[in-house]
Each structure stands twice: as structure tokens, then as C-alpha cells.
T-cell receptor, first 114, second 116 residues
């Protein structure tokens, strides 16, 4: 079974530029998450989708971050304009069930903002 | 909001010995899930073990077991017969049973070093 795919693995941009990350979850997983993991910290939830609907985006900085999940499968996370403090690893995860189930993580997209 | 605290930034253990990683959490809920996830260097995070709060029996997965103390809001992970492949960051995580708005709340992690 294929795992969660993410791209790009690494991205370096200058502040105020834009960037987009892509995630393809495990087939059949209705729940998809984007987490931000700053160096030395645990992952922080940015947004949670159930199929193509948003369950929670309360911690997403909506003035600069946006995310969508088209047709309940792939998802993209966009940052525009980027700030220095956005430097982090962006983790995508998917799960078969909404609560209590195992999350399957991708390898992450490491963003460096200069 | 729920919080998860891992008080040990780093732990070191000799290969084949036993190590215990600590985790405490704060919640007003009575039904929830607790997890330990492992993040090896430059590799994706994977689930180690899962505990349902309404179950009194501590979860066990081969060499990994937990000590779940609901009243104390404590959830420690014991790794027996430590192996070199166990070296990783370990994150404790909490989730409301209703799939609450916070999703999974993670601690800051414990870096586990295995000495050969």
C-alpha cells in the first residue's frame, strides 16, 4: 500500500514570496491533516479536512495560509506571503477515521524562508 | 485547550536495557485517546502505541508498553530491550474522542539516544 506522498521535500524562498505544498493521502482515507513542525517542537495542527470539507482551521493563519482539498483526495497548502517564522517542516497526514485512529504521515516538506 | 507535557528533552539508554519516557496531559474530558509516535531522523512519523482512556488495561505492543494513570493524567512509555533502531524523537499526543477541533495535540518530544 502506498504511503502519504508529499512534495516538494525541500523549498528555500525569500520572505514575501509564495510557496505551495502538495499532499496525496493514502487511498480511502477520508481525514487529512496539515501540521506545522518548527525545529525542536512537536507538530501543531494547521487544518483538518474530512473528505473535501474543513473540520477545523482555527490555528491556520488565514491572512497568509490557505489550503484546499479538491474532490476529497489531494490537498495543497499555500503560503503567501511567507515570513521568516514560517520556516518549518510541513507534515501531511491521513487517517481512515476522524478520531482515535492511526495517523499516517508523509515525509514532510521542509521550508526555509530567508 | 488540552496541553501535553514531555519533561525530558533527551534520554539516553544502553542497548538491551529498559527506558521510560514520561508524558503528562491536561484535559477536562473523560473520554479521549493517547498516543506515542516515533519520528526517526529524516523519516516519517509512525505510530508506536495507542491507548483509549476508557480502557483501564495498559496497552502493549511487543517491546513497547504504557503506564496509563488516568487520575494523575500521566501516560508514560516503556521500551524494553532497547535496540539501535529505537533511536528517534518520541512524541506523546492527545485527542478528544469526538474528533474535536484540536485534532491531535502533541508534546514537544523526547530525543531518545541508544548507546551501543
Amino acid at each position: 500500500e502506498a504511503g502519504v506522498a508529499q512534495s516538494p521535500r525541500y523549498k528555500i524562498i525569500e520572505k514575501r514570496q509564495s510557496v505551495a505544498f502538495w499532499c496525496n493521502p493514502i487511498s480511502g482515507h477520508a481525514t487529512l491533516y496539515w501540521y506545522q513542525q518548527i525545529l525542536g517542537q512537536g507538530p501543531k495542527l494547521l487544518i483538518q479536512f474530512q473528505n473535501n470539507g474543513v473540520v477545523d482551521d482555527s490555528q491556520l493563519p488565514k491572512d497568509r495560509f490557505s489550503a484546499e482539498r479538491l474532490k476529497g483526495v489531494d490537498s495543497t497548502l499555500k503560503i503567501q506571503p511567507a515570513k521568516l517564522e514560517d520556516s518549518a517542516v510541513y507534515l501531511c497526514a491521513s487517517s481512515f477515521r476522524r478520531a482515535g485512529g492511526e495517523l499516517f504521515f508523509g515525509e514532510g516538506s521542509r521550508l526555509t524562508v530567508l | 485547550a488540552q496541553t501535553v507535557t514531555q519533561s525530558q528533552p533527551e534520554m539516553s539508554v544502553q542497548e538491551a536495557e529498559t527506558v521510560t519516557l514520561s508524558c503528562t496531559y491536561d484535559t477536562s474530558e473523560s473520554d479521549y485517546y493517547l498516543f506515542w509516535y516515533k519520528q526517526p531522523p529524516s523519516r516519517q512519523m509512525i505510530l508506536v502505541i495507542r491507548q483509549e482512556a476508557y480502557k483501564q488495561q495498559n496497552a502493549t505492543e511487543n517491546r513497547f508498553s504504557v503506564n496509563f494513570q488516568k487520575a494523575a493524567k500521566s501516560f508514560s512509555l516503556k521500551i524494553s530491550d532497547s535496540q539501535l533502531g529505537d533511536a528517534a524523537m518520541y512524541f506523546c499526543a492527545y485527542e478528544d474522542s469526538g474528533g474535536g477541533a484540536d485534532g491531535l495535540t502533541f508534546g514537544k518530544g523526547t530525543h531518545l539516544i541508544i548507546q551501543p
